[in-house]
C-alpha cells in the first residue's frame, strides 16, 4: 500500500489533473490524500456559490475514495513562502505520504505556481514528485503516464461535483477532458491516460531479500587494489 498525497490550489484543480490516477491509487488499495490550499473564493458565482463550494470539493473526494484536507489559505493569495510550505509539511507528516502529485510549476495563474514552489520545498526528501497539468498550465513535458482508461467516468463523476464551476467553465467540460485524456493515451501507446513529469521518480521492482556478503560469488565481488584496500582497513 502506497500513501499519496495529491495538492492543488483550489476546488477541482486536483480533479483535473491527477482525478483519475487517485481513483486507480484507490482502487489499488493505496491511501489517498487530497490537500485544497484554498476554497475558491474567487470562482465563479457569489457567496452562496463560495459556500457550496466546499461541499462539492467533499463529495468529489469522496467519489476519488480520497481523505479531504483544507489548506485555509485564500483564493488568487496564496503566496510561496513559509506558512504555506509549513501547510504542505504538515500534511506530508500527517499522511506520511510516500507519493505527492501537484501543479506543474510553469503556469499562468499565481496561485498554480505558489502551490507548486512550497509542495517542492515540502518534499524536498521524497523520492516521488509528481507533476500535473492544469487548464492554465504554460509548459508541460510529461515523461510519466497512467492509464485510466478504466478510470475516466469516475473522473467526469468527481468532476461533475464540482457544479458551480463545471458549469460555468468550458476547460471542465466532459468532451475536453476526455479529448485530453485520448491525447495523452496516444502519446503513451494505450487508451486514455493522465500524464506527469516528475521531479522525482523512484520506480520500485520486485522486492529480492538482501543477500548477505558471504553469499556473494566471488565473480560479483568487487576487488580492491592493494594500496585501496589498505587504506579501507
Not at 513559509?82 to 503556469?107: G, L, M
Not at 460555468?168 to 485524456?181: K, R, T, W, Y
Not at 520506480?203 to 543477500?211: A, G, N
Not at 558471504?214 to 594500496?227: G, I, K, Q
Request: glycine share 8%; proline share 5%.
Amino acid at each position: 500500500m502506497r500513501r499519496v498525497l495529491a495538492v492543488g490550489a483550489h476546488p477541482d484543480d486536483i480533479e483535473l489533473g491527477c482525478g483519475a490516477t487517485l481513483l486507480a491509487h484507490s482502487a489499488a488499495g493505496d491511501a489517498v490524500t487530497m490537500l485544497v490550499m484554498t476554497g475558491g473564493e474567487n470562482g465563479p458565482g457569489g457567496d452562496e456559490a463560495v459556500v457550496g463550494r466546499r461541499l462539492e470539493q467533499e463529495q468529489a473526494a469522496r467519489t476519488l475514495g480520497a481523505r479531504l484536507l483544507w489548506g485555509g489559505q485564500v483564493d488568487c493569495t496564496v503566496m510561496a513562502d513559509a506558512a504555506t510550505v509549513a501547510v504542505v509539511e504538515r500534511a506530508i507528516k500527517e499522511t506520511d505520504a510516500e507519493v505527492v502529485y501537484v501543479h506543474a510549476p510553469d503556469d499562468s495563474h499565481q496561485d498554480h505556481r505558489a502551490v507548486a514552489a512550497a509542495t517542492l520545498s515540502a518534499a524536498r526528501r521524497l523520492s516521488r514528485v509528481m507533476h500535473y497539468q492544469s487548464p492554465s498550465t504554460l509548459t508541460f513535458h510529461p515523461t510519466t503516464f497512467v492509464d485510466v482508461t478504466a478510470y475516466l467516468s469516475g473522473k467526469l463523476a468527481a468532476l461533475g461535483a464540482h457544479a458551480s464551476q463545471v458549469e460555468m467553465s468550458s476547460m471542465v467540460e466532459p468532451d475536453a477532458v476526455v479529448a485530453s485524456a485520448r491525447h495523452w493515451g496516444a502519446q503513451a501507446r494505450i487508451g486514455y491516460a493522465e500524464a506527469f513529469a516528475p521531479t522525482r521518480l523512484v520506480i520500485d521492482l520486485l522486492p529480492t531479500p538482501r543477500r548477505a556478503v558471504d553469499e556473494v560469488p566471488d565473480t560479483l565481488r568487487l576487488t580492491l587494489p592493494a594500496s585501496l584496500a589498505a587504506n579501507a582497513r
